[in-house]
T-cell receptor, first 117, second 114 residues
Framework: DQQVKQNSPSLSVQEGRISILNCDYTNSMFDYFLWYKKYPAEGPTFLISISSIKDKNEDGRFTVFLNKSAKHLSLHIVPSQPGDSAVYFCAASGGLDSGGGADGLTFGKGTHLIIQP | NAGVMQNPRHLVRRRGQEARLRCSPMKGHSHVYWYRQLPEEGLKFMVYLQKENIIDESGMPKERFSAEFPKEGPSILRIQQVVRGDSAAYFC????????????FGAGSRLTVL
């Protein structure tokens, strides 16, 4: 049972344009959401996060939006750069019953973002 | 300030052999998590440990898999009698404690079972 869903396996965006990556979740226990970026042969690296008490968090070119009623979050990258090409994982945290261990994370399957020159 | 260190980075085993993967958390971190990534899949939680204590192993297969985090030394994920389906990337992550939310990941150990 996939509690965190990233329905787009891949996304291709032109350099300089906006990249929008989407994530849906089903478990209402989740109260903290994160995006991780992963290059091949490397571990995931933390990118940005948002608490369920907020609906937006911005850090430079990266903005995460949270719509609790729709159980949906999105990551916006603008402007997109070639170095942004990577797999992006959406993750959620929400305590022991959410499947990720206490303070552990439940991950989506990832979206492969390709930035085209 | 070294990050999360995992070794070996690559491990090849034949069916029936044992695999041992090691993880040293970041300095100052006392909580360790193991995740597995199968091909074309996301990261799946396996186990959460503190020193000398398994907190949550709800993601661990019931047989052949075990994990420990001794008082001294790295955390170890042990897979006995490996099968081809165990081939995956195994990632370790650490955090300073409850409420930290953000996990720091190692580079992973890629296990290939022939």
């Amino acid at each position: 049972d996939q509690q965190v869903k990233q329905n787009s396996p891949s996304l291709s965006v032109q350099e300089g344009r906006i990249s929008i990556l989407n994530c849906d979740y089903t478990n209402s226990m989740f109260d903290y959401f994160l995006w991780y970026k992963k290059y091949p042969a490397e571990g995931p690296t933390f990118l940005i996060s948002i608490s369920s008490i907020k609906d937006k968090n911005e850090d430079g070119r990266f903005t995460v939006f949270l719509n609790k009623s729709a159980k949906h979050l999105s990551l916006h990258i603008v402007p997109s750069q070639p170095g942004d090409s990577a797999v992006y994982f959406c993750a959620a945290s929400g305590g022991l019953d959410s499947g990720g261990g206490a303070d552990g994370l439940t991950f989506g399957k990832g979206t492969h973002l390709i930035i085209q020159p | 300030n070294a990050g999360v260190m995992q070794n070996p980075r690559h491990l090849v085993r034949r069916r029936g052999q044992e695999a041992r993967l090691r993880c040293s958390p970041m300095k100052g971190h006392s909580h360790v998590y193991w995740y597995r990534q199968l091909p074309e899949e996301g990261l799946k939680f396996m186990v959460y440990l503190q020193k000398e204590n398994i907190i949550d192993e709800s993601g661990m297969p019931k047989e052949r898999f075990s994990a420990e985090f001794p008082k001294e030394g790295p955390s170890i994920l042990r897979i006995q009698q490996v099968v081809r389906g165990d081939s995956a990337a195994y990632f370790c992550a650490s955090s300073p404690g409850l409420g930290a939310n953000v996990l720091t990941f190692g580079a992973g150990s890629r296990l290939t079972v022939l």
